[in-house]
């Protein structure tokens, strides 16, 4: 109709009362977008701004929709990770025009610090098994820049020593096209361990191989050279193919009858392995680093060496998707749900990876490690958010003027399951799984999660557990 909005004036005297002329909005009208205006970028390319904006100069936005459009532009910029603070806002020039201005605070990009990192599996395990032992941990420098050229590129450096050695080099480009739709990323690295995982017993807990011999006091190492390729045409899909070289060498004593001859699956104590990986990616969240609504998921397909039976050959397809959901009053739900098969069944050792590894575990059993071949894992959570504050940093750092906390209580539920073959079976193989508990999470400033969680499982076991996820 050419209008902004269409007033219904309807001014009606009956019995006295008068009916108040009431503005409708057309629900056809539009905003034309004149000029997007982006403030506070010193070293982030305003492009980069610009292609996460699911509109653009010139476009027409619904001015019924006009809030959700900023509010889910707000999004899709902080969801880069490389703002800690976005506003998104317009300024009316008429009944048609409107202007879109952004003003971003850029987070602090470059992190060369002092290192130490833990060789354990996660925090409870050094702390309960190894009596939180300094000797079990790596030390050194580890330099990372998150925004490299501007452009959300990617340098990490680690340099490490102590219980073992992590020589590693990675650089990440996601726009790395004019139309900002492909990126790369290659990597190398090396490492030296001093005590390898050669069994699970029948209790699920990892047995570790240590050197027995005065000539070296590493039985382990591992080199590799991956390089990978992004396509990414919209703002929610990711289509990532990956080929690595790995070389693992172990001690020749691993594979006598009284340890694992299976570890690799063959009588060599070095492996040679070829990985080649396609996985498809979806995020539509309001934080990809601590989502309360929206959903993610992927699925991705290994193939490992160039056969199919035999060594180290295995085919592994693994899918996952987690909903998020804002129940209103500042109660927030999820659901995450898991599943991979590695093919064929009886495999290697080292592809025997169901639950218990990184973040595939139970709350309740990160103390054990379920291996398989076949997995499935059901998250569940239910949280409310309880208080959020900011406190003022005491000394002056531009990037960082105070300290967010927003604090959540939530309950869980979990079950999974581990298929393995007869003669590697546990305890806990092909048997449902299940745990619950109550907890607290603590997220901070650069989206730094701090979980506390006192959960309990299926075998009577209990306890208070600590884990950490860094934004950064």
Do not use: C
Request: no cysteine.
């Amino acid at each position: 109709m050419g209008v902004l909005l269409l007033l219904a004036v309807v001014s009606v005297k009956a019995q006295d009362q008068t009916i108040i002329p009431t503005p409708v909005i057309d629900s056809a009208a539009k905003f034309n977008i004149k000029e997007i205006i982006i403030t506070g970028n010193h070293k982030t390319k305003e492009y980069i701004i610009l292609r996460e904006m699911q509109f653009k100069k010139g476009d027409s936005i619904i001015i019924a929709n006009a809030t959700k459009e900023l509010e889910q532009a707000k999004h899709q910029i902080y969801n880069t990770t490389l703002f800690s603070e976005i506003n998104v806002g317009m300024t009316v020039l008429n009944a048609f025009d409107i202007i879109v201005t952004v003003d971003v605070k850029e987070r602090w990009y470059i992190f060369p610090v002092p290192q130490f990192k833990l060789v354990d599996r996660n925090f409870n395990e050094w702390i309960k098994t190894y009596n939180a032992s300094l000797k079990r941990a790596n030390y050194g420098l580890k330099f990372v820049h998150y925004n490299l050229s501007g452009r959300r590129d990617q340098l990490r450096l680690y340099l490490l020593t102590g219980f073992s050695r992590d020589f590693s080099f990675s650089y990440n480009a996601p726009y790395s096209n004019s139309k900002l739709t492909e990126g790369f990323v290659v990597s190398a690295g090396y490492s030296q361990k001093k005590e390898v995982p050669y069994k699970t017993t029948y209790t699920d807990s990892l047995l570790f191989y240590t050197s027995d011999s005065l000539r070296s006091k590493f039985v382990g190492s591992t080199f590799y050279v991956t390089a990978g390729y992004a396509m990414r045409k919209g703002f929610f899909n990711k289509h990532i193919f990956n080929v690595g070289y790995y070389r693992l060498t172990i001690s020749d004593s691993i594979l006598l009858p009284k340890y694992n001859p299976y570890y690799f699956n063959n009588v060599r104590s070095v492996a040679n392995v070829l990985d080649l990986t396609y996985t498809y990616q979806h995020a539509n969240v309001n934080n990809v680093l601590y989502a309360t609504k929206g959903r993610t998921s992927f699925i991705s397909v290994l193939k490992r060496g160039l056969g199919f039976t035999g060594g180290i050959n295995a085919l592994t397809v693994e899918a996952g998707l987690n909903k998020y959901y804002d129940l209103g009053s500042k109660w927030y739900s999820s659901i995450q749900l898991n599943g991979k098969v590695t093919l064929p069944l009886r495999q290697a050792y080292i592809n025997q990876r169901g639950l218990g590894y990184g973040e595939s575990y139970l709350r309740g059993m990160e103390y054990l490690v379920i291996d398989g071949t076949a997995s499935a894992l059901v998250r569940s959570t239910l949280k409310k958010k309880v208080v959020e504050f900011k406190l003022p940093v005491p000394f002056k750092i531009k990037s960082l003027t105070h300290i967010p906390f927003t604090i959540f209580a939530k309950t869980y539920a979990d079950l999974g399951y581990v298929y393995n073959t007869k003669e590697f079976s546990t305890n806990l193989n092909n048997t449902l799984l299940y745990t619950g508990g109550f907890g607290i999470d603590v997220l901070t400033f650069y989206d730094v999660n701090i979980r506390f969680e006192y959960s309990f499982n299926q075998l009577n076991q209990k306890g208070l557990f600590l884990h950490t996820q860094g934004g950064f």
